[in-house]
């Protein structure tokens, strides 16, 4: 069993920053990839960005050079930088952890099997 709670998520104007964080728990077996995803009001969740525990990290082009996903060195908390923030980029923001080591596309949900509860992100223009 995995636990994820999430923290950070507020409101923003157009080109500020925030940091997400997750912590994790439980077994780490069910914790080599986490990830990132996101669901604005009335659109499907989507990936944001996913990181391996070897630190192999992936993002989804919306997101790529303006925000950056970390874990730390205990491998427990996740992290992820947001910079430019833009209006599209309000949402409801999920960690999910996977026991998949490579499997499908790291920003499918497939592989995930346990989720947080979300924390919320509004920007402002």
Not at 97 to 125: F, H, I, M, R
């Amino acid at each position: 069993q995995v636990q994820l709670v999430e923290s950070g998520g507020g409101s923003v104007q157009t080109g500020g920053s925030l940091t997400l964080s997750c912590a994790t728990s439980g077994d780490a077996n069910s914790r080599r990839r986490l990830g990132w995803f996101r669901q604005a009001p009335g659109k499907e969740r989507e990936g944001v960005a996913a990181i391996r525990i070897d630190d192999v990290r992936v993002y989804a082009d919306s997101v790529r050079g303006r925000f950056t996903i970390s874990l730390d060195n205990a491998k427990t908390a996740l992290y992820l930088h947001m910079n430019s923030l833009k209006p599209e980029d309000t949402a409801m923001y999920y960690c999910a952890a996977s026991p998949v080591w490579e499997g499908g596309p790291w920003l499918s949900e497939n592989d995930y099997k346990y989720w947080g509860q979300g924390t919320s992100v509004t920007v402002s223009s």
